[in-house]
């Protein structure tokens, strides 16, 4: 069975910090690994989406990379802002049914 | 800009009562899920369906039931509320080449079983 984790659970820094966010899994056998972003009472919003045969994806101050075979990837956000203030939820994508497996998030704060 | 449309946003029921969450998209998406989520947990896939008329149990089906008679339209329904059902739920649906495609969601469904 597949399983997430994303430690720690919280994170606080200051503002225009260079940071990373953590995700491992425990089966490699994945269609592709996504992070998304959740602000508090909202839905989840996709934010880089890594494909099993790529090795990372990058949008704006957003930087994704995907080791498959040590189960990991991580999340880098450059310059951090307090507008990056949210959860970040990371979820991989497997199974004969493609099925979403997500870890339970790590709650980001940007200090201004 | 609909995207994925759920209603209600909030709703209260009593222990046995029964309700339906709706859920519609606007994008022409062949894949549409049903997830629940706790707190400080991740999301749990409750039902999924790849089209219409098609539909699939996911890790926490117990309790609830769907049905996809429309692309558009994805609801689900609980029977008999109990308080364990007290979640956010959310929908979600995605294109047919789930690969490299993301999954895009409501803004969720807040229900309180008491």
């Known amino acids: 069975k597949q399983e997430v984790t994303q430690i720690p659970a919280a994170l606080s820094v200051p503002e225009g910090e260079n940071l990373v966010l953590n995700c491992s899994f425990t089966?490699?056998?994945?269609?592709?690994l996504q992070w998304f972003r959740q602000d508090p009472g909202k839905g989840l919003t996709s934010l880089l989406l890594?494909?099993?045969?790529?090795r990372e994806q990058t949008s704006g101050r957003l930087n994704a990379s995907l080791d498959k075979s040590s189960g990991r990837s991580t999340l880098y956000i450059a310059a951090s802002q307090p507008g990056d203030s949210a959860t970040y939820l990371c979820?991989?994508?497997?199974?004969?049914?493609?099925?979403?497996?997500f870890g339970k998030g790590i709650t980001l704060s940007v200090r201004p | 800009n609909a995207g994925v449309t759920q209603t209600p946003k909030f709703r209260i029921l009593k222990i046995g009562q029964s309700m339906t969450l709706q859920c519609t998209q606007d994008?022409?998406?062949?894949?549409m899920y049903w997830y629940r989520q706790d707190p400080g947990m991740g999301l749990k896939l409750i039902y999924y369906?790849?089209?219409?008329?098609?539909?699939d149990k996911g890790e926490v089906p117990n309790g609830y039931n769907v049905s996809r008679s429309t692309t558009e339209d994805f609801p689900l329904r609980l029977e008999l509320a109990a308080p364990s059902q007290t979640s956010v739920y959310f929908c979600?649906?995605?294109?047919?080449?789930?690969?490299?495609?993301?999954?895009?969601f409501g803004d969720g469904t807040r229900l309180s079983i008491l």
């Open positions: 979600a649906s995605s294109q047919r080449d789930v690969s490299n495609q993301p999954q895009h």
């Open positions: 089966d490699s056998a994945i269609y592709n």
């Open positions: 890594i494909q099993s045969s790529q």
């Open positions: 979820a991989v994508l497997t199974g004969a049914n493609s099925k979403l497996t």
């Open positions: 994008m022409n998406h062949n894949y």
């Open positions: 369906s790849v089209g219409a008329g098609i539909t």
